[in-house]
């Protein structure tokens, strides 16, 4: 059975032409009423996430990938439609935020372990083994406040490769670190592909999707214009990029 | 949101390990970043409520001379104070001080607006030991059956403080400044609750209007129970109880009701 089953799912967004986020604005406004404009993210969206493959999701900025993957890992709710998870997800979501500055990186990847669903003999065993991945050993103790976004990056990095129990969702694979932190997280990829673990993946890069994927959806004003191999979903992202280019 | 969405939300399958590994970490981490890990750091959020007992004894026993328990009075009704300030206030931005841990992953997020209160319950816990001592040392030391109760009101006033945390938690990400209109009801509650002066001094029609400011009961209920030695009536404790119990499900109440969108509102 899928892990992952996404059936007819939509999302919409109210945004408001002028924001009102205090008591406050809401009372001197009472008499103005708000406008809004419908942001439609998702729009009746199903697709499988089969066992053990791994999925990629293309499609240009807007297009919904982001809000998409939040549905699945249960950040965010739909409007309508349903997701049915039968499998544990392990995200990497928002890369490079989510840690607290004043603790050190030993806390704090207590606590995004413990957010991410290890127990805190898991952490604890695998903690050398974690900092070693980052390459950040020599920083264990120094607070996040100090690190560079790259640092952090590579920590969620290191920290959610660890985490994975049965699927794993990538926004933006191997985006960060140099050529030499990206090599370890390709064969970490590797290694958990060949486990059989389930991958999502989201990607600008034609050459991840195409390397890593066995199959692949293109995501446009949210909905799922085409699934095809990898290749074909890459070469149609590459060509609405170009077409948008051109102004066609 | 639908039904068919509500049915369809992610079955969460986070081990009972993982889960307690969450609270302690949360609690661990809070208590670290607050007080720098140091046991020197949390004495300073102890002398905060110290100091004002100090200051308001020395200034307010002359006025109320006649009253030789006032000095016991003062330092429950602070103290109890202390926890109920500290512990709305830190509930209320939890959420949002902790909100990219809700954008990360599935998380129980009530989680963490409960944890989030923990450094107000271990002072609450700390101070429990003071007033017990201090009572002690001025020869009124509690019967096991007034100790018993003080506990239950401590209770009730963290179920208070939970259901309070709650609701306001997920308010908060929607209207920013309600942490400055808390900040004004707690300063006005400080003299709504007789804490610096007894309750006997208002007209006894007013009485039924304070003990529907929350802290109330539970201060006036503490002190009958550790100082006067007598125990509050019957219908007195179904009061707390109810109040204490109308605060928890409210504030469950407004937090299930809002609490799915909140990661929309970080």
């Known amino acids: 059975m899928a892990p992952i089953t996404v059936d007819a799912v939509s999302k919409a967004f109210r945004i408001p032409t002028v924001r009102r986020d205090t008591i406050r604005e809401h009372v001197f406004g009472v008499l103005r009423p708000q406008q809004f404009h419908r942001l439609q993210a998702l729009d009746s969206v199903s697709f499988e996430l089969r066992a053990g493959e791994t999925l990629g999701i293309m499609g240009r900025n807007g297009s919904g990938k982001s809000t998409l993957l939040k549905i699945l890992c249960g950040v965010y709710p739909p409007d309508r439609g349903r997701v049915e998870r039968r499998a544990a997800v392990t995200p990497i979501l928002d890369l490079g935020v989510g840690w607290n500055p004043e603790l050190d990186a030993v806390d704090n990847v207590c606590l995004i372990g413990s957010v991410m669903g290890l127990s805190l003999a898991e952490i604890r065993r695998s903690m050398d083994e974690m900092l070693a991945f980052a390459e950040l050993q020599e920083f264990a103790n120094l607070k996040l406040a100090h690190y560079s976004s790259g640092m952090s990056s590579r920590l969620a990095y290191a920290v959610a490769f660890q985490a994975v129990r049965e699927v794993l969702v990538l926004d933006e694979i191997f985006a960060v670190g140099d050529a030499g932190f990206r090599q370890r997280c390709e064969e970490r990829y590797r290694q958990l592909h060949a486990k059989g673990h389930t991958v999502l993946l989201v990607s600008h890069d034609p050459r991840a999707v195409t390397s890593f994927c066995d199959r692949a959806l293109l995501l446009d004003h949210g909905r799922v214009v085409a699934e095809d191999t990898p290749r074909q979903i890459a070469e149609r992202y590459v060509s609405s990029l170009t077409s948008q280019a051109a102004g066609v | ?266």
């Open chain 2, 1 to 266: 949101m639908t039904a068919a969405s509500l049915a369809a939300s992610p079955v969460e399958r986070r081990p009972a390990s993982a889960r307690a590994g969450l609270v302690w970490t949360l609690v661990r981490t809070d208590f670290k970043a607050r007080y720098h890990g140091t046991i020197g750091g949390f004495v300073w959020a102890l002398l905060k409520p110290m100091s004002m007992f100090i200051v308001l004894m020395a200034v307010f026993s002359f006025l109320f001379a006649s009253k030789p328990a006032y000095k016991l009075n003062l330092i429950i009704g602070l103290f109890l104070w202390d926890f109920f300030a500290e512990g709305t206030k830190t509930g209320l931005t939890s959420l949002h001080a902790r909100g990219y841990l809700l954008t990360k992953a599935q998380v129980p997020s009530w989680i963490l607006v409960v944890t989030a209160i923990s450094n107000a319950l271990i002072t609450l816990a700390v101070f429990w030991v003071v007033i017990v001592v201090f009572l002690a040392t001025f020869g009124h030391v509690p019967s096991p059956a007034a100790i018993i109760a003080f506990t239950a009101y401590c209770l009730a006033m963290i179920a208070i403080v939970i259901g309070f945390s709650l609701a306001s938690s997920v308010l908060f990400l929607r209207y920013r400044d309600l942490n400055q209109v808390w900040d004004v009801v707690v300063q006005a509650g400080f003299f709504i609750a007789p804490i610096i002066y007894p309750l006997d001094i208002l007209p006894e029609r007013f009485h039924f209007y304070l003990y529907i400011w929350p802290p109330t009961p539970v201060i006036e209920f503490s002190r009958a129970a550790l100082v006067a030695g007598t125990m509050p009536t019957l219908r007195g404790h179904l009061y707390l109880a109810g109040d204490a119990a109308f605060c928890l499900l409210v504030g469950i109440a407004v937090y299930r009701w809002l609490s799915p969108r909140a990661a929309e509102y970080i």
